[in-house]
């Protein structure tokens, strides 16, 4: 008889739907786990408003989130049942060409298997996670962390590999453009090498969380002309680096602007495929400005992620804006596209 579970649905963008489905079964190789929570993410909401090019709908979404080992598939060692975890949202190959460089995050099958949207994702009471994730990245939680901290793995893991990737910057201003999860976890990632900061963001509750986290400027871009702050900043040269990370064009074109000469410009925040931007070659060539992008992630950050949120350096519940109900997800999912909450836990137990 066919046992079924409550999850999240989304059948077509728009169209999300708590509802009754069968209850996933370990196959050979992976585990199942009961979610003890999950969290919301900006990714979620892209896919939820407009859809994701990788999404195969309709499909349980989500794919931040904390479980316990309740079903071992064939292979797999008894000894994981009851075992507390948190683990990454997709793996790479291994064998392709660009894993064998080291470059996993651009690994040529990275999109077979991304839970949330490809396979069954985290906003429902269970979830099956293939063979190919868990051996990989398992991580047991021990009993003296947190888990919604724990939880933070695959978007804090991103920020750290985008922060290796813009590499030491030569001065102390930066500019963090975007005040979401993203903006404030490399906000806390900044700090932590003894840089400043100005975070720059269009919404004041927002900003208000990056000053509690240690910002030492905060500028609403909607209320000032930012071109004008930074004469009083570093010596009007402009910033030392430029984070990106609120994946709007005006905002690429502002990173572009407020950079000083021999600077770093990090484009965090992705934009839509085909989305232009028009670029002044001579901030380039006689200005020697050093544009940078960053993707996903790789399994030495993740390593290093992990390491981080044991550390305790960061203060990561500085960034959740309550709890929900797995019922009410899509409010969750409307407040942070209205641009009122950050992050949410969602509970289905």
């Not at 997709?90 to 392709?96: K, M, N, R, Y």
């Not at 990245?137 to 893991?157: G, H, M």
Request: aromatic content about 6%; proline content about 4%; hydrophobic content about 40%.
């Amino acid at each position: 008889m066919a046992v079924y579970m409550r999850a999240a649905v989304l059948h077509a963008p728009g169209d999300l739907r708590v509802e009754d489905v069968r209850d996933p079964e370990p196959r050979r190789g992976s585990i199942v786990a009961r979610v003890l929570l999950a969290l919301t993410c900006g990714t979620d909401v892209k896919l939820y408003r407009r859809g994701h090019p990788l999404a195969r709908l309709p499909n349980i979404i989500g794919h931040e989130f904390v479980g316990v080992v309740e079903e071992v598939g064939e292979g797999v060692p008894e000894d994981l049942r009851g075992r507390r975890f948190v683990t990454m949202n997709t793996s790479p190959c291994g064998v392709c060409f660009y894993c064998s460089v080291g470059r996993e995050n651009l690994c040529e099958r990275l999109g077979e298997l991304i839970i949330g949207f490809t396979i069954p994702g985290a906003y429902a009471e269970r979830i099956e996670v293939p063979e190919r994730i868990w051996r990989r990245y398992f991580y047991q939680i021990q009993e003296n962390l947190d888990p919604v901290e724990a939880a933070f793995l695959e978007p804090l893991s991103t920020v750290v590999h985008g922060q290796r990737v813009l590499g030491k910057v030569e001065g102390e201003w930066v500019a963090v453009i975007g005040s979401g999860p993203i903006g404030l976890l490399h906000l806390q990632l900044l700090k932590l090498e003894g840089l400043r900061v100005a975070v720059i963001d269009r919404h004041w509750e927002k900003l208000s969380i990056a000053e509690k986290l240690g910002a030492d400027i905060t500028i609403n871009s909607k209320e000032t002309r930012v071109e004008d702050m930074v004469r009083n900043i570093n010596g009007g040269r402009g910033f030392d680096a430029v984070v990106e990370a609120a994946g709007k064009l005006e905002a690429w074109e502002l990173a572009l602007r407020l950079v000083r000469k021999g600077g770093k410009i990090l484009f965090f925040g992705g934009l839509p495929k085909g989305t232009g931007i028009t670029i002044d070659s001579y901030k380039i060539h006689y200005e020697e400005v050093e544009i940078l992008g960053a993707f996903h992630t790789t399994p030495r950050d993740v390593e290093k992620t992990y390491k981080i949120i044991e550390s305790r350096k960061l203060r990561l519940k500085e960034l959740v804006s309550g709890t929900k109900p797995l019922e009410r997800v899509q409010e969750a999912l409307e407040s942070m596209a209205s641009g009122q909450g950050l992050k949410y836990i969602i509970t289905s137990h």
